[in-house]
C-alpha cells in the first residue's frame, strides 16, 4: 500500500469547509474513480494565522497513484473548489511505503 502525503493550509474560516468538501465530495469522486483508492486521513492544526491540513490518501500502488495523478505523480492534484479555499500548499506530493496500519 502506498499512502500519499501532501499539506495545504487555509483561513481558520475556511478550514472546515475544506474538510468537509474533501469527506463529502473529493474523496467519494477518487473512490468512484480508481479503484484502487483505500481511504485518507485530515489532520488539522492551527497557528496564529493558518490551518494546516495534512492530507493522507491510500492507494493499493503507485499504478493506483498514477490513475488518479497522471504520471507526475508528484506533483499535487488540486481539485477547483479546494483551490478556491486554499491559501497555498506544497509544491510536491510525498509517497511512502505503508509498513504498518493498524485500525
Given at each position: 500500500?502506498?499512502?500519499?502525503v501532501?499539506?495545504?493550509w487555509?483561513k481558520?474560516?475556511?478550514a472546515?469547509?475544506?474538510?468537509?468538501?474533501?469527506?463529502?465530495?473529493l474523496?467519494?469522486a477518487?473512490?468512484?474513480r480508481?479503484?484502487g483508492?483505500?481511504?485518507?486521513?485530515v489532520?488539522?492544526?492551527?497557528?496564529a494565522?493558518?490551518?494546516?491540513?495534512?492530507?493522507?490518501?491510500f492507494?493499493?500502488?503507485?499504478?493506483?497513484?498514477?490513475?488518479f495523478?497522471?504520471?507526475r505523480?508528484?506533483?499535487p492534484?488540486?481539485?477547483?473548489?479546494?483551490?478556491?479555499l486554499?491559501?497555498?500548499?506544497?509544491?510536491?506530493?510525498?509517497?511512502?511505503d505503508?509498513?504498518?496500519?493498524?485500525?
Amino acid at each position: 500500500m502506498i499512502a500519499r502525503v501532501w499539506r495545504g493550509w487555509t483561513k481558520p474560516a475556511d478550514a472546515k469547509a475544506y474538510a468537509e468538501f474533501l469527506s463529502a465530495e473529493l474523496f467519494p469522486a477518487v473512490a468512484a474513480r480508481v479503484g484502487g483508492f483505500r481511504g485518507a486521513d485530515v489532520f488539522q492544526r492551527r497557528d496564529a494565522s493558518e490551518v494546516e491540513s495534512l492530507v493522507v490518501t491510500f492507494f493499493d500502488s503507485l499504478d493506483d497513484v498514477r490513475r488518479f495523478a497522471g504520471d507526475r505523480v508528484d506533483v499535487p492534484v488540486i481539485d477547483p473548489e479546494a483551490a478556491r479555499l486554499l491559501v497555498r500548499g506544497d509544491e510536491r506530493v510525498e509517497h511512502y511505503d505503508v509498513r504498518l496500519r493498524r485500525r
